[in-house]
């Protein structure tokens, strides 16, 4: 497969704001450095919202469209919109800004996992807000909830009634089975588009031996109905992009991911990421596919079928 889908994560809801000064937070800031990602190659933007007073991650409707309208009129990338939010939230508040838009596709975590963030804390000695710190260190005692139930809910609210299409998360083995166990109840379709994810503390390690054991079981449940991307939280983030994209997968990256364009050194931008993955991808002999390329791949409905 030589044309290669490169998503850019603009903000998530992981990273604070007392980590890097280049991590949007306002819809402004939301939507240039989405749109110079998006110019830089990015043919699907992932995106989440967050309390432009605050930084905090937010599942409000308005801080939503406060950007997404915005993005749609400016860029003919696909605009991802998660669902998984932050593990803070209730599902009703992860679901209640992507019902409202009916976005060509979402993100869904496949697992309830510990997601823990506490490590993070010990590296920062300025805070700009009084949230980060507790945040952080309360991620410890933190249970990221995607029960069966949720899914199911997701896959039906998202899915069968808006039409959406879905990144799938898969932070561990065990997630690949329970999306088997879904394409077998008739709720996801092929093709699917798996998201392998690395680094996080409570998901699979970042060792380049589970991208090649997460492929191989992706390979024995799925076959030809699927296509993988990578991610990888922090330093690894380019070495496994780089390696999916030699194995024929896609690609993720951004600020939600790693805040770093090289060792000990921050990314002034969402789009100097992509553009160094353009690069590397280039050199392997892939082509980044267009929006229009990624549509068609991964059978999207059409911007123009969303309610943004």
């Known amino acids: ?173 065990g997630h690949l089975y329970m999306l088997r166990h879904f394409m077998d109840r008739g709720l996801v379709r092929a093709p699917v588009f798996i998201q392998f994810v690395f680094g996080v503390l409570g998901g699979i390690g970042a060792d380049p031996e589970n991208l090649t054991h997460m492929k191989l079981i992706a390979d024995k449940l799925f076959g030809a109905d699927y296509a993988f991307s990578v991610l990888a939280a922090g330093r690894h983030q380019m070495p496994f992009v780089t390696m999916s994209a030699a194995m024929g997968g896609h690609v993720r990256v951004g600020l939600e991911d790693s805040l770093t364009i090289a060792r000990g050194q921050l990314a002034r931008s969402n789009a100097e990421q992509v553009a160094k993955i353009r690069r590397i991808v280039e050199d392997l002999g892939r082509e980044p596919a267009t929006p229009a390329e990624a549509r068609a791949m991964l059978d999207l409905k059409g911007a123009d079928r969303t309610a943004v």
């Open 1 to 173: 497969m030589s044309k290669i889908i490169i998503t850019c994560a603009v903000t998530g809801s992981i990273h604070t704001p007392s980590m890097s000064p280049h991590l949007p937070v306002t819809s402004d800031e939301i939507v240039e450095q989405a749109l110079a990602a998006a110019e830089a190659g990015a043919s699907i933007l992932h995106l989440h919202a967050r309390d432009p007073e605050t930084g905090r991650p937010s599942a409000e409707e308005a801080h939503f469209m406060a950007f997404l309208p915005r993005l749609k009129q400016a860029t003919d990338a696909v605009l991802n919109i998660s669902t998984g939010g932050s593990a803070v939230m209730t599902l009703d508040q992860r679901l209640a800004a992507p019902k409202r838009a009916e976005p060509e596709m979402c993100s869904l975590n496949m697992g309830t996992m510990n997601f823990a963030l506490y490590p993070a804390a010990d590296r920062i000695t300025e805070w700009r807000h009084d949230w980060e710190e507790p945040f952080l260190r309360n991620s410890d005692d933190l249970v990221f909830k995607n029960t069966p139930r949720d899914i199911a809910r997701i896959l039906t609210e998202m899915g069968e009634e808006r039409g959406a299409r879905f990144e799938f998360e898969c932070y561990d083995v």
